[in-house]
């Protein structure tokens, strides 16, 4: 019979093991999914616990197919266990690292960054539509490459 001393060290290492697990979890698309120079960035400043973020990820989940082979790149800052520096590196390697401190803990929106100027192009939210979500991105999309086929693609989606 498994006496409660027994028990104690395997639930312990259940617990370690399942907190390692989220903590070191793949981010959400790997790197080498995404363009090489991309036009922009989607950021999405998420967490578990955030309840705007629970509609906004499958929202964009939704969308993001459709921007396969264009110049954006879907980057994932989960602060579900704080601010903690692998965030803040992610975020520096895709030259957010203002963006990331002016934002950093706030959490249920996606900000579409012009790579090449670190300008804030738009921000989606939970109240976006799919639809909404596709324009919005097509757009700045086309703000950031400077083309006028693009834009008004975009304009013709809404």
Known sequence: MMTLRKILPF???AIVAAG????ARAPAESPAAQPEKPE?????FNSAWCSSCKILKPKLAKI???FAGE???FVELDFTFGARDEVKAEAEH????DIYERNKGATGFTLLVDADTGEIVDTLTMNFSESAMKAALAQAIAIASHTDEKAADAAAAM
Do not use: E
Not at 20 to 23: G, N, P, S, T, V
């Open 94 to 97: 895709y030259g957010l690292g």
């Open 40 to 44: 922009i960035i989607a950021a999405t």
């Open 20 to 23: 390692f697990a989220l903590f």
């Open 11 to 13: 639930a312990a290492f």
């Open 64 to 66: 993001m197919p459709h």
């Open 71 to 73: 110049a954006v790149a």
